[in-house]
């Protein structure tokens, strides 16, 4: 037994953000609601049902709330599979000799299913994942580590030998709670994780290895 590594997908094997933005203000335009790029911004990287409590209200009925979200997020993937995506440099190079080396690897993500499968075979990168913990498969999102849980559980890898990749201060947060080292990848930002890097290029060939117990 080597480990397991925990992958977030938007912003740290791959950068969609674009995808994410045209789709939430297509959608709620569409809806008559103007969405500054600020605002999108702030929500970025956390759950639907979070997202739009916030920007519509905690009183707008919860089919109204899925029925936005399942639009977004269809029009999301549409986006992602007609004009491609690229993963993010030193991502692929990662995966694949984290796998070559006995690695365990899962996508742990506050995403829908759907978006993870066409997310992961447009950037040809599914055959490196053994599990998928997306939002359907939990009830809370990040800070909230029970999305790192279930995918170290999906896995049969304790959470002491767990090592999650992450973007955001939330999802490093959700790590800690869980008990897993943490690499945070941010450009030009120093994220309170074990190891932090501008970018997955500048992580050194141990680097996985030396945080694990």
Known sequence: M???V?????GTLVDSREFHWQSWRDTLAAEGIALTYERFLASFGLRNDRILAEWLGPDTAPDRLARIGDTKEAEYRRLAESF????LPGAAEWVARLQADG??????SSAPRQNIEVMLRVLKLDRFFQATAAAEDVA????DPEVFLKASRMLTMPASRCIVVEDAPAGIEAARRAGMHCVGVSPGATLPADLSVESLEDLAPDAFIRLLP
């Not at 690695?103 to 742990?108: G, K, L, N, P």
């Open 2 to 4: 080597i480990g397991a």
């Open 6 to 10: 925990l992958w977030d997908l938007d």
């Open 84 to 87: 491609g995506l690229v993963p």
């Open 103 to 108: 690695w365990r690897q899962a996508v742990a």
């Open 140 to 143: 809370r999102g990040k800070p």
